[in-house]
């Protein structure tokens, strides 16, 4: 490890690999600093991306590709089960093996990275970052950088350090359990995807097999709503009731923050990716492929500002992010708004609906317009999602 | 004031992302708050998926200092 560096990578997951890989790539002087002994360990994640998420950044390979997935079945409270047509494949993935890779593609661009190292704050002058101390080997240290990038994920320290708000609500913070289950009985191509009161109030359920008659069970419970009922305890629950036989491989806490992006992502000497920047699809709660994106666009965004020594280029970031997937997220959000108004009933009748419609027209879209017009009330909110 | 039940604790960062003071400190190994920026909001107790927090005796305990 040297006392300064270009660009300094602040956790070692996807987003972060991924903008440590596009720095490197474009030139820029890169060290990746990761809390954890081990690269891609704990996992904390239902693993699942599509396959034209990731083949941008990697191709898929059975090292770290658990299960194809061609099917989704979402299952209502009462129990109706509604199979949605959908175009393409799926992954559930390996992480362990899989964010390995994606650190190991920034190392060959000559990303240095170093584990066991734990920032405990940035250094500043008059506004601008300038480098993090970091703990490590029993000592703490101090180093330089021209631009640091924080994708230290939803415990994200690094954007508050420097002075910007990235807190997350409780109403937009997932209070998430998972276990990885053996001996259990699933479909092999088949993400299942439980909705209700009783599963997981302003969340979901689900069940992602992983191959051998193991899957990934899990469930995220709204932090708000989460307050009598913790998440880990929906998720016993369900397990005694629907997989009373599985030994549980794997059992992980984690939170998702299912947020708009943060306003600003960027700060002079700052960059803010992943889970730090909120940048997880806020309905869906996936920020695999979506941290990626942003790790891409940081990454050769701060090798720019540091080959042409212009700090004003930062806000380059801001804009793209913004320009693509920060628009769809926004619009994301007020969807999520929608879903939260529904209750139990009001699933069952979709589903019911649903379930009466030749296969062919059981489409994400059909569940949408029958979830409209099963619940008029909502038309005004819909009306206002797409007018606005 | 808060009791931590730190042998419950999986460090996985939900109560960091929720804290409004930013006083959770999480290393690769450790869970721990600076008591003395700690507001007892309580925010991290509801958001923990795995009640490793416990807010005990608060009134009574306010004025013990961490
Ligand atoms: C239970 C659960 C299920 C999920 N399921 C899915 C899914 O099926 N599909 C999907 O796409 N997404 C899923 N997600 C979301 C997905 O896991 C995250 O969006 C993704 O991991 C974010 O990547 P990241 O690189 O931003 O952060 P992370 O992967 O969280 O990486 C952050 C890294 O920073 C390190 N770090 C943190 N603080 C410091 C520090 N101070 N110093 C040094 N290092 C630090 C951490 O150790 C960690 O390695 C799920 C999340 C949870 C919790
Ligand atoms: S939310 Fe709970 S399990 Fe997760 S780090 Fe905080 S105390 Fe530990
Ligand atoms: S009680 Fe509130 S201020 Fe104190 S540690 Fe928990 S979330 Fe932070």
Same mark, same amino acid.
């Given at each position: 490890?040297?006392?300064?560096?270009?660009?300094?990578?602040?956790?070692?997951?996807?987003?972060?690999?991924?903008?440590?890989?596009?720095?490197?790539?474009?030139?820029?002087?890169?060290?990746?600093?990761?809390?954890?002994?081990?690269?891609?360990?704990?996992?904390?994640?239902?693993?699942?991306?599509?396959?034209?998420?990731?083949?941008?950044?990697?191709?898929?390979?059975?090292?770290?590709?658990?299960?194809?997935?061609?099917?989704?079945?979402?299952?209502?409270?009462?129990?109706?089960?509604?199979?949605?047509?959908?175009?393409?494949?799926?992954?559930?993935?390996?992480?362990?093996?899989?964010?390995?890779?994606?650190?190991?593609?920034?190392?060959?661009?000559? @990303?240095?990275? +170093? =584990?066991? /190292?734990? $920032? %405990?704050?940035?250094?500043? &002058?008059?506004?601008?970052?300038? #480098?993090?101390?970091?703990?490590?080997?029993?000592?703490?240290?101090?180093?330089?950088?021209?631009?640091?990038?924080?994708?230290?994920?939803?415990?994200?320290?690094?954007?508050?350090?420097?002075?910007?708000?990235?807190?997350?609500?409780?109403?937009?913070?997932?209070? @998430?359990?998972? +276990? =990885?289950? /053996?001996? $259990? %009985?699933?479909?092999?191509? &088949?993400?299942?995807?439980?909705? #209700?009161?009783?599963?997981?109030?302003?969340?979901?359920?689900?069940?992602?097999?992983?191959?051998?008659?193991?899957?990934?069970?899990?469930?995220?419970?709204?932090?708000?709503?989460?307050?009598?009922?913790?998440?880990?305890?929906?998720?016993?629950?369900?397990?005694?009731?629907?997989?009373?036989?599985?030994?549980?491989?794997?059992?992980?806490?984690?939170?998702?923050?299912?947020?708009?992006?943060?306003?600003?992502?960027?700060?002079?000497?700052?960059?803010?990716?992943?889970?730090?920047?909120?940048?997880?699809?806020?309905?869906?709660?996936?920020?695999?492929?979506?941290?990626?994106?942003?790790?891409?666009?940081?990454?050769?965004?701060?090798?720019?500002?540091?080959?042409?020594?212009?700090?004003?280029?930062?806000?380059?970031?801001?804009?793209?992010?913004?320009?693509?997937?920060?628009?769809?997220?926004?619009?994301?959000?007020?969807?999520?708004?929608?879903?939260?108004?529904?209750?139990?009933?009001?699933?069952?009748?979709?589903?019911?609906?649903?379930?009466?419609?030749?296969?062919?027209?059981?489409?994400?879209?059909?569940?949408?317009?029958?979830?409209?017009?099963?619940?008029?009330?909502?038309?005004?909110?819909?009306?206002?999602?797409?007018?606005? | 004031?808060?009791?931590?039940?730190?042998?419950?604790?999986?460090?996985?960062?939900?109560?960091?992302?929720?804290?409004?003071?930013?006083?959770?400190?999480?290393?690769?190994?450790?869970?721990?708050?600076?008591?003395?920026?700690?507001?007892?909001?309580?925010?991290?107790?509801?958001?923990?998926?795995?009640?490793?927090?416990?807010?005990?005796?608060?009134?009574?305990?306010?004025?013990?200092?961490?």
């Amino acid at each position: 490890m040297k006392d300064s560096y270009d660009v300094i990578v602040v956790g070692g997951g996807p987003a972060g690999s991924t903008a440590a890989r596009f720095a490197a790539m474009e030139g820029a002087d890169v060290l990746v600093l990761e809390k954890d002994r081990e690269i891609g360990v704990p996992v904390r994640c239902g693993e699942a991306v599509d396959h034209e998420g990731i083949i941008e950044f990697i191709q898929p390979d059975k090292k770290f590709v658990a299960a194809e997935i061609r099917n989704f079945k979402l299952v209502a409270p009462d129990g109706t089960v509604v199979k949605p047509n959908i175009e393409g494949v799926g992954y559930v993935l390996d992480r362990r093996v899989f964010d390995y890779e994606l650190a190991r593609l920034a190392a060959d661009q000559g @990303a240095e990275i +170093v =584990t066991k /190292a734990y $920032v %405990d704050g940035v250094t500043r &002058t008059d506004g601008r970052v300038e #480098g993090v101390s970091v703990q490590y080997k029993g000592e703490r240290i101090l180093l330089k950088s021209k631009i640091v990038i924080g994708a230290d994920g939803v415990e994200s320290r690094v954007g508050r350090w420097a002075g910007l708000n990235t807190t997350v609500s409780m109403h937009d913070m997932e209070s @998430a359990a998972q +276990v =990885t289950a /053996a001996n $259990v %009985d699933v479909e092999d191509d &088949t993400c299942f995807f439980y909705f #209700g009161e009783k599963y997981a109030p302003g969340g979901y359920l689900w069940v992602f097999p992983k191959g051998n008659r193991t899957a990934n069970i899990g469930l995220a419970v709204a932090a708000d709503q989460s307050r009598k009922k913790h998440a880990l305890k929906f998720l016993e629950e369900f397990m005694e009731t629907n997989y009373p036989d599985a030994s549980v491989l794997s059992k992980l806490a984690g939170g998702v923050p299912c947020a708009e992006t943060l306003e600003e992502v960027t700060m002079p000497g700052l960059m803010l990716v992943g889970d730090a920047a909120h940048q997880v699809n806020p309905v869906s709660g996936g920020g695999i492929i979506s941290g990626m994106i942003a790790g891409k666009m940081a990454g050769k965004v701060a090798a720019e500002v540091v080959k042409k020594d212009d700090m004003s280029l930062i806000r380059k970031y801001d804009q793209e992010w913004q320009k693509s997937l920060g628009i769809r997220h926004h619009r994301y959000y007020k969807i999520k708004k929608v879903i939260y108004k529904f209750r139990d009933s009001d699933l069952n009748s979709i589903a019911a609906a649903m379930s009466k419609l030749p296969e062919a027209q059981q489409t994400l879209g059909t569940l949408f317009k029958q979830a409209v017009m099963k619940h008029p009330a909502l038309i005004m909110d819909v009306m206002k999602l797409f007018f606005s | 004031m808060i009791k931590i039940h730190e042998d419950k604790c999986d460090l996985c960062g939900c109560c960091v992302g929720v804290c409004p003071e930013n006083c959770i400190d999480l290393t690769e190994s450790r869970i721990s708050i600076e008591h003395e920026l700690c507001t007892d909001c309580r925010k991290c107790e509801w958001a923990c998926p795995f009640e490793v927090f416990e807010f005990k005796n608060q009134k009574a305990t306010l004025k013990v200092p961490a």
